[in-house]
């Protein structure tokens, strides 16, 4: 679209509330999709989970983004997911989305 002009440069202030909010953390949580995989972003969501340390999360289209068999990874979300991450999420104190959009089987 000609209209279409994404901002791809963060604002500082904007950029510093956030980095507090992580350091503020009580009980992370990130939450990844299939938006994921179709952008063949699985190893740089490895890095920034490795990275951040944080828990995660994953919808039914987002598994195998991250290993399944990580100590990070708590299970699948939603209807069809386990207790723990459902848990999880619902207890979170911040939460980073990746290529997930919030559907009705997950909220």
């Known amino acids: 679209m000609r209209s ?19 350091l503020g953390a009580k009980r992370p949580m990130i939450y990844s999709g299939g938006g ?26 987002g598994l195998g983004a991250f290993p399944g068999t990580d100590p990070q990874f708590i299970g699948m979300l939603g209807m069809h997911g386990t207790y723990e991450a459902n848990m999880a999420m619902h207890d979170c104190d911040v ?13």
């Not at 828990?55 to 289209?61: A, K, Y």
């Open 36 to 61: 994921v995989i179709m952008s063949n972003a699985s190893e740089e969501l490895r890095q920034f989970v490795r990275k951040l340390g944080y828990p995660i999360t994953q919808t039914l289209m």
């Open 4 to 22: 279409y002009n994404p901002n791809v440069k963060g604002h500082p202030r904007q950029i510093k509330r956030a980095v507090n909010l992580l």
């Open 95 to 107: 939460l980073i989305a990746i290529g997930a959009r919030f559907d009705d089987r997950i909220t």
